[in-house]
């Protein structure tokens, strides 16, 4: 298992539905330490699990102020664009995750089972709150940050690895493994 | 104090004289006639891309938007 600083928190975020599950089982798969629950269960819309913690209410004790970053230092976890609002002073790398909108949101009225009448509207409001956190991440102190982009990640997998790995630093990662993990097969909601 | 409409449609502005010059030099060979119309072409882009900017602010209205949409995908209570 490669280890990590320990003085630093790593986090994949992104906005849900953006392939944040997906970074953390090509992370997991490379040899880099994750850590998660499994309060909530692989099923239809994460076949291969969602990699949260606390069944992916993480936001929840962000909000609260009471979450341990401490005891996830040198360990990547995974905290959704929105819970970002919520990070506290610190030394962070953040891989964050940016995917074609419109699949996101096809994604998420997929797992919510819901068609939502005010398609255009929700849109927005995730399109800003994208740029949001997006912009707040570039002016943080301490905080370093690599995005990804799930889309590409489909087209040329090899690059982005490369980029991933390099980004984290220089250790020996499974990096024939991390390829494996790109699954088109999941990749079901294309525009 | 009063202001007279039909007066003063332009005021002056200092800038420092070496960007002064560095503008005249850009603008040599552009549709700008002068130091005074790139500099008012540029305040205003400036002022627009502001005001688009706080268009594009993430309100409390977004904020529950988002909310809901995170509660319905069980991300929050």
């Known amino acids: ?191 | 104090m009063e202001e007279k409409s039909d007066e003063k449609k332009y005021t002056t502005i200092s800038i420092p004289t070496q960007l002064a010059e560095k503008i005249k030099k850009r603008i040599q060979g552009t549709g700008f006639t002068s130091l005074s119309s790139y500099v008012t072409y540029v305040l205003r882009e400036v002022l627009s891309g502001l005001d688009q900017e706080s268009s594009e602010e993430f309100s409390k209205e977004d904020e529950e938007r988002v909310k809901a949409r995170l509660r319905s995908l069980g991300y929050l209570d």
């Open chain 1, 1 to 191: 298992m490669i280890k990590l600083r320990e003085d630093t928190n790593y986090i994949v975020s992104g906005l849900e539905r953006s392939g944040t599950s997906m970074m953390m089982q090509m992370l997991e798969a490379g040899g880099v330490p994750i850590a998660y629950s499994e309060a909530r269960k692989p099923d239809t819309h994460n076949p291969k699990g969602y990699f949260e913690l606390e069944g992916g209410k993480i936001i929840n004790r962000l909000i609260q102020g009471t979450f341990p970053f401490e005891s996830y230092k040198g360990t990547f976890i995974k905290i959704t664009a929105y819970g970002l609002s919520y990070l506290p002073q610190g030394s962070f790398k953040i891989i964050y995750m940016e995917r074609n909108l419109e699949e996101v949101l096809d994604s998420m009225e997929t797992m919510a089972q819901i068609t939502d009448q005010n398609r255009e509207e929700t849109k927005q409001s995730f399109k800003k709150l994208n740029e949001k956190i997006k912009q707040s991440l570039k002016m943080r102190q301490h905080t370093e940050v690599l995005f990804v982009n799930y889309n590409d990640i489909h087209k040329d997998p090899r690059t982005n690895i490369e980029k991933i790995c390099t980004f984290i630093g220089p250790h020996q990662y499974d990096t024939a493994k991390m390829f494996a993990v790109v699954d088109s097969t999941l990749y079901r909601k294309r525009r």
